[in-house]
């Protein structure tokens, strides 16, 4: 009897650790994975508090970062250029570093194109750096008479590489770090939307930026691209 009695008393300890375990994992959930938490504008966010449909940079500090909407860069000449300023004429954007021996002159070398088809027209031409510790405006200013590149179309700039990359991503959706940049050209309209993406490299894609550009400088209006 007395051994009967301490194996009952031992399965029931058992099963009480088995239910808390069970418990703890159901509180817990699947390993690995994290609770999705409602928060007060019902906007699902992970496990580390960061809104998955918020228009914000994921947290760093005790606030979120807006995401750019505007940039103020510094030009080969030493002068401010900022974005606000662009407005009123479409604009084709870029990212390069002067260092690439040769995908960025190729690059270039489309820009120079759309210089010289564009020449005296409301058309400006941005190349940003992305290697802006050695691409500093005199830099730039040498680079640029390699394309002569005019001052009044053809801007290039530069300022700090973090900034750079926000530039990149959270204004023209596309990836730029220290010496590596997208292979592509954004055409910018005058109101300042996003209205086209192209791989400079293929010749259709190049040949429908300039027929793009030739719509918005005869004054028709492309639909803005979200990416």
């Not at 005790?62 to 407005?87: H, M, N, P, Y």
């Not at 040769?102 to 010289?116: D, G, P, R, T």
């Not at 290697?131 to 053809?154: H, I, N, S, T």
């Not at 027929?211 to 028709?220: C, E, M, P, V, Y």
Request: charged fraction near 25%; include cysteine.
């Amino acid at each position: 009897m007395k051994v009967m009695s301490t194996l009952l008393a031992l399965l029931a300890l058992c099963g009480a650790g088995i239910l808390v375990a069970l418990q703890g994992c159901s509180e817990r959930g699947p390993a690995g994975s994290a609770h999705v938490i409602g928060t007060s504008d019902d906007t699902a966010t992970d496990g580390e508090g960061t809104s998955r449909h918020s228009r914000k940079r994921p947290k760093s500090g005790a606030d979120a970062e807006e995401w750019l909407s505007s940039f103020e860069l510094i030009e080969r000449s030493g002068e401010t250029v900022r974005s606000e300023d662009l407005k009123g004429q479409p604009y084709v954007v870029g990212f390069f570093f002067t260092l690439c021996p040769s995908i960025c002159l190729n690059q270039n070398a489309k820009v120079q194109e759309l210089q010289e088809k564009y020449r005296g027209q409301p058309l400006r031409l941005l190349s940003i750096s992305c290697d802006p510790e050695v691409d500093r405006p005199k830099v730039l200013a040498e680079y640029a008479k390699r394309f002569d590149a005019d001052p009044k179309q053809w801007l290039f700039l530069t300022g700090e590489m973090d900034y750079i990359a926000r530039v990149a991503a959270e204004m023209y959706f596309l990836s730029a770090a220290r010496r590596f940049h997208a292979e592509k050209f954004v055409l910018v309209d005058a109101q300042g939307n996003n209205v086209g993406f192209y791989n400079w490299s293929d010749p259709l894609q190049f040949k429908q930026l300039q027929d793009d550009i030739d719509k918005l400088l005869d004054g028709s209006e492309l639909p803005p691209v979200m990416k």
